[in-house]
């Protein structure tokens, strides 16, 4: 199993930046990309942005400028860099990740943390 543990969250009036990041512990070997999703209230889960183990990254439109993603292979740690943030990126985001383990794809993630961005 693969245990993820965000923080960085908080709240921050509009423009400002937070960091976001995501310790992960156990079967690390097994994790291939790595990821933030976020909930808005009454909303779905969306992806804001992903990483492989190599460094591709991925990133949905509404942050592609702003949000920048990145990852420390050595610590298990991925990071989300958010600047210039909007009170529409106000949201519990939650770390993912997946992997392998004995030939089954898993998906793992973390409890979330609270966005608030003031207007």
Do not use: H
Request: aromatic share 10%; hydrophobic share 35%; with cysteine.
């Amino acid at each position: 199993q693969v245990q993820l543990v965000e923080s960085g969250g908080g709240l921050v009036q509009a423009g400002g930046s937070l960091r976001l990041s995501c310790a992960a512990s156990g079967l690390v070997f097994s994790i291939n990309s790595m990821g933030w999703y976020r909930q808005a209230p009454g909303k779905q889960r969306d992806l804001v942005a992903d990483i492989t183990s190599g460094g591709s990254t991925n990133y949905a439109d509404s942050v592609k400028g702003r949000f920048t993603i990145s990852r420390d292979n050595a610590k298990n740690t991925v990071y989300l860099q958010m600047n210039s943030l909007k009170p529409e990126d106000t949201a519990v985001y939650y770390c993912n990740a997946n992997g392998v383990i004995s030939g089954y794809a898993r998906t793992y993630w973390g409890k979330g943390t609270l966005v608030t961005v003031s207007s």
